[in-house]
């Protein structure tokens, strides 16, 4: 702002009444603009001390208590209104941008970061089923994870959430099923999966279709929370694997069940917040039953949905991006109509978000790349009114997911190339990248080691005569040779006893006696009619009847044999018992 200079009461005493009372009035406005700029931070200047000014009781009192600094100019009179940063350099003054950090992932976009409460790591998921885990603290310059690992096999991660305490991440992909890990990386539990065939989703166990977002409680690390496309929200206890703890269905204008796409808790735990598919946002309480929303919002977003809604610090003001293109602020104690709505923000992943600055003041999201637009941008906005401060082009790829950590006020950003980056300050910033950003890259250590001389001499003894390097080939072809070597399995012993408890090759069980006896038998190349076999022991039997013939010898009729026939006796007899129809037929 200008600085206004009016004359000297003291060097002028002959001036006109009405000047000075109008140099007066101007004089107590300038007072006034100026309080309100350092209420609210906008801009400081050592010209008056505020504390004597809001204790003085009158006029008299209050010119004292300014610090009256003329310079070389004798005509001014009354305070210097000089504001030292226009109102959008202080804000960038809360921007920690001066360094960055790339961490590579891969070729794929990024869909999910999280970092802790404390600000010692970082999580990392997208859409090639990855999950890549930093360690600030441990970490050098060269920014590499200490842990990577596919914990949903094909599907793709949409979500990632460290609890409070910092010692689990829940993990929301593509599935039906959310999972929980330590900081490790191993299991903890995976949420069962609800019954597709049933339509009140509150009579199944878990989710019937795939999940959207998901989070922690704030204040309770044994609470989170999920939603999915099956139109409910649900809240689990992790004591409790078998089913959720509590359900919310959320509803459109008609009463048919919508698909929420994000969900978020306030800052206090006490409402659950719902972006849904059809445009409206719902607000439910979590300290009463989940059956009707205590705030509702219908047509918040135009078509497409809402991608993400975020509560501020101070429990107040909603965000919500959509993917309308659009970012609207809304107060929760009026809920009927927006504060404030900026356009323009194209968005094409369902996963986009806003998010608030530590100080309560910014509101930051990202930008999609449109066809015939290059760069991907960080837009930051002031909450109050939604002015655009500043558009930073951060990279030729989508801004996914944005990320300002109120503890460790460091800015992380994803992007659809597959590479996540990190902005801070040193003199701004605590812990998190500072701890790593200026360690060397760890070399590693070659080691000591000894060489053994190889000595050739072509006239020593065969005992200690060395082997000249040969070929691979030829070398595995004498391995081949050497039973040991090549693992040739033991062959069968002859004979007809074992020895060391091995049988020998037939073996001395039942089975391999058949086998040796009769199977193995070559069948005899004759053919012996059965009943000629027979009749050649006839003669014996009845000269020396031995087995049957004894017991019934009185008895026993004669046996009669049928006598041996030729074929054409045979066709004659099949030609006198063919049936009658058939002999006719041959007949005709």
Same mark, same amino acid.
């Given at each position: 702002?200008?600085?206004?200079?009016?004359?000297?009461?003291?060097?002028?005493?002959?001036?006109?009444?009405?000047?000075?009372?109008?140099?007066?009035?101007?004089?107590?406005?300038?007072?006034?603009?100026?309080?309100?700029?350092?209420?609210?931070?906008?801009?400081?200047?050592?010209?008056?001390?505020?504390?004597? @000014?809001?204790?003085?009781?009158?006029?008299?009192?209050?010119?004292?208590?300014?610090?009256?600094?003329? !310079?070389?100019?004798?005509?001014?009179?009354?305070?210097?209104?000089?504001?030292?940063?226009?109102?959008?350099?202080?804000?960038?003054?809360?921007?920690?941008?001066?360094?960055?950090?790339?961490?590579?992932?891969?070729?794929?976009?990024?869909?999910?970061?999280?970092?802790?409460? /404390?600000?010692?790591?970082?999580?990392?998921?997208?859409?090639?089923?990855?999950?890549?885990?930093?360690? %600030?603290?441990?970490?050098?310059?060269?920014?590499?994870?200490?842990?990577?690992?596919?914990?949903?096999?094909?599907?793709?991660?949409?979500?990632?959430?460290?609890?409070?305490?910092?010692?689990?991440?829940?993990?929301?992909?593509?599935?039906?099923?959310?999972?929980?890990?330590?900081?490790?990386?191993? /299991?903890? #539990?995976?949420?069962?999966?609800?019954?597709?065939?049933?339509?009140?989703?509150?009579?199944?166990?878990?989710?019937?279709?795939?999940?959207?977002?998901?989070?922690?409680?704030?204040?309770?690390?044994?609470?989170?929370?999920?939603?999915?496309?099956?139109?409910?929200?649900?809240?689990?206890?992790?004591?409790?694997?078998?089913?959720?703890?509590?359900?919310?269905?959320?509803?459109?204008?008609? !009463?048919?069940?919508?698909?929420?796409?994000?969900?978020?808790?306030?800052?206090? !735990? /006490?409402?659950?917040?719902?972006?849904?598919?059809?445009?409206?946002?719902?607000?439910?309480?979590?300290?009463?039953?989940?059956?009707?929303?205590?705030?509702?919002?219908?047509?918040?977003?135009?078509?497409?949905?809402?991608?993400?809604?975020?509560?501020? %610090?101070?429990?107040?003001?909603?965000?919500?991006?959509?993917?309308?293109?659009?970012?609207?602020?809304?107060?929760?104690?009026?809920?009927?109509?927006?504060?404030?709505?900026?356009?323009?923000?194209?968005?094409?992943?369902?996963?986009?978000?806003?998010?608030?600055?530590?100080?309560?003041?910014?509101?930051?999201? !990202?930008?999609?790349?449109?066809?015939?637009?290059?760069?991907?941008?960080?837009?930051?906005?002031?909450?109050?009114?939604?002015?655009?401060?500043?558009?930073?082009?951060?990279?030729?790829?989508?801004?996914?997911?944005?990320?300002?950590?109120?503890?460790?006020?460091?800015?992380?950003?994803?992007?659809?190339?597959?590479?996540?980056?990190?902005?801070?300050?040193?003199?701004?910033?605590?812990?998190?990248?500072?701890?790593?950003?200026?360690?060397?890259?760890?070399?590693?250590?070659?080691?000591?080691?000894?060489?053994?001389?190889?000595?050739?001499?072509?006239?020593?003894?065969?005992?200690?005569?060395?082997?000249?390097?040969?070929?691979?080939?030829?070398?595995?072809?004498?391995?081949?040779?050497?039973?040991?070597?090549?693992?040739?399995?033991? #062959?069968? #012993?002859?004979?007809?006893?074992?020895?060391?408890?091995?049988?020998?090759?037939?073996?001395?069980?039942?089975?391999?006696?058949?086998?040796?006896?009769?199977?193995?038998?070559?069948?005899?190349? @004759?053919?012996?009619?059965?009943?000629?076999?027979?009749?050649?022991?006839?003669?014996?039997?009845?000269?020396?009847?031995?087995?049957?013939?004894?017991?019934?010898?009185?008895?026993?009729?004669?046996?009669?044999?049928?006598?041996?026939?030729?074929?054409?006796?045979?066709?004659?007899?099949?030609?006198?018992?063919?049936?009658?129809?058939?002999?006719?037929?041959?007949?005709?």
């Amino acid at each position: 702002m200008a600085s206004y200079n009016f004359k000297s009461r003291e060097s002028d005493d002959d001036e006109d009444d009405d000047h000075i009372e109008q140099a007066k009035q101007k004089s107590a406005e300038f007072r006034k603009l100026y309080l309100e700029e350092l209420k609210s931070s906008r801009g400081k200047t050592t010209i008056y001390k505020p504390e004597q @000014v809001e204790e003085a009781e009158s006029e008299d009192e209050e010119d004292k208590a300014y610090d009256l600094e003329i !310079g070389e100019d004798e005509d001014q009179i009354g305070p210097s209104v000089d504001f030292q940063q226009p109102v959008e350099d202080s804000f960038n003054s809360l921007l920690p941008m001066t360094n960055e950090a790339v961490f590579t992932h891969g070729s794929k976009p990024l869909s999910a970061i999280s970092v802790d409460a /404390n600000g010692n790591r970082m999580a990392i998921g997208g859409y090639d089923y990855e999950i890549k885990l930093y360690d %600030f603290s441990g970490m050098d310059a060269s920014l590499r994870s200490y842990r990577t690992f596919k914990p949903c096999e094909s599907h793709h991660i949409k979500s990632l959430s460290f609890n409070l305490a910092g010692d689990a991440i829940l993990i929301i992909p593509g599935s039906a099923q959310a999972k929980i890990v330590d900081r490790e990386g191993k /299991n903890v #539990l995976e949420c069962v999966r609800g019954d597709q065939y049933i339509v009140d989703m509150a009579k199944t166990k878990g989710h019937c279709g795939m999940l959207n977002d998901g989070c922690w409680h704030p204040k309770f690390n044994y609470e989170y929370m999920t939603c999915s496309i099956d139109g409910s929200v649900r809240i689990w206890d992790v004591n409790d694997r078998r089913k959720n703890k509590r359900i919310i269905k959320t509803k459109n204008a008609q !009463g048919k069940k919508t698909e929420p796409n994000s969900c978020a808790y306030s800052r206090d !735990g /006490n409402y659950v917040v719902c972006g849904c598919e059809d445009g409206s946002i719902q607000l439910f309480d979590h300290r009463k039953q989940f059956i009707n929303p205590c705030l509702l919002g219908r047509v918040c977003h135009m078509s497409g949905g809402i991608s993400n809604v975020e509560v501020s %610090f101070d429990s107040k003001i909603l965000a919500s991006r959509g993917m309308d293109d659009t970012l609207k602020t809304w107060d929760l104690r009026n809920f009927k109509q927006c504060l404030a709505s900026a356009g323009e923000l194209y968005n094409r992943f369902p996963m986009t978000n806003c998010q608030f600055s530590p100080s309560d003041k910014l509101i930051i999201t !990202g930008t999609s790349t449109r066809p015939g637009v290059e760069n991907g941008k960080l837009v930051v906005f002031e909450k109050e009114g939604l002015k655009k401060i500043d558009e930073l082009i951060v990279s030729d790829s989508s801004i996914i997911r944005t990320l300002w950590h109120p503890k460790i006020n460091q800015i992380f950003l994803t992007a659809g190339n597959g590479v996540a980056k990190a902005y801070y300050d040193m003199e701004k910033s605590l812990k998190g990248l500072t701890l790593c950003a200026m360690k060397p890259v760890k070399r590693k250590s070659v080691g000591t080691f000894a060489v053994e001389p190889q000595v050739f001499n072509p006239h020593a003894l065969p005992m200690y005569k060395q082997e000249r390097a040969r070929k691979l080939s030829s070398i595995r072809a004498k391995e081949r040779k050497d039973p040991v070597k090549s693992h040739r399995p033991e #062959l069968p #012993l002859t004979g007809s006893t074992g020895a060391g408890g091995r049988l020998a090759s037939h073996g001395s069980t039942l089975s391999s006696y058949i086998v040796r006896n009769i199977a193995l038998q070559k069948v005899s190349q @004759v053919k012996e009619d059965p009943r000629e076999a027979l009749l050649k022991h006839a003669a014996a039997a009845e000269k020396d009847p031995y087995w049957i013939a004894p017991a019934y010898k009185k008895t026993q009729p004669e046996p009669i044999f049928q006598p041996i026939t030729d074929d054409k006796d045979k066709n004659e007899e099949e030609e006198e018992f063919k049936i009658p129809w058939k002999k006719q037929k041959q007949d005709e």
